[in-house]
């Protein structure tokens, strides 16, 4: 008990020097603070009033490498859940590339080396394996 109470004084002593004795250094903390949420006050206002960033009609194929097989790997989740290849074709086709399989064996191909999950690399071949083998011109109802 006596232990207790002698660490609680200390405490107590402590905190009345270190802290309400010493008005210079507070004052210092509390102008630092203010210049910083100034800054920051100051920077929205910036960036959300004065210089806001427009982005117009934009499309995946504006995406980074990482997002682009983020967004082939969606496709093939889409994919597997309504097992429509025209509308996983018609998704793919809004990264700009011609060549469907090359776009997702090159998600694939990141997906290995960024270590994505065996079965999100199991679902984007299952997707490239069907896209091989899918004739759009039958989907068409072509001759």
């Known amino acids: 008990m006596q232990e207790t109470h002698s660490l609680y004084l200390s405490i107590s002593l402590a905190l009345q020097v270190g802290l309400w004795h010493n008005t210079a250094n507070m004052a210092r903390w509390i102008l ?14 910036y960036g959300w009033v004065v210089n806001p960033v427009e982005f117009i009609d934009t ?37 700009g590339g011609a060549n469907l399989t090359g776009t997702v064996s090159e998600a694939m191909v990141f997906g290995g080396q960024a270590g994505y999950a065996e079965d999100d690399l199991a679902l984007l071949a299952q997707l490239a394996s069907d896209l091989q083998t899918w004739d759009p011109i039958l989907e068409l109802g072509g001759p």
């Open 32 to 45: 630092f603070l203010i210049v910083v949420l100034l800054g920051g006050a100051l920077g929205l206002v």
């Open 59 to 95: 499309t995946p194929d504006s995406l980074r490498e990482d997002f682009k097989a983020d967004y082939v790997l969606m496709v093939a989740e889409s994919y597997r859940a309504n097992e429509d290849v025209a509308l996983a074709a018609r998704r793919l086709a809004l990264l």
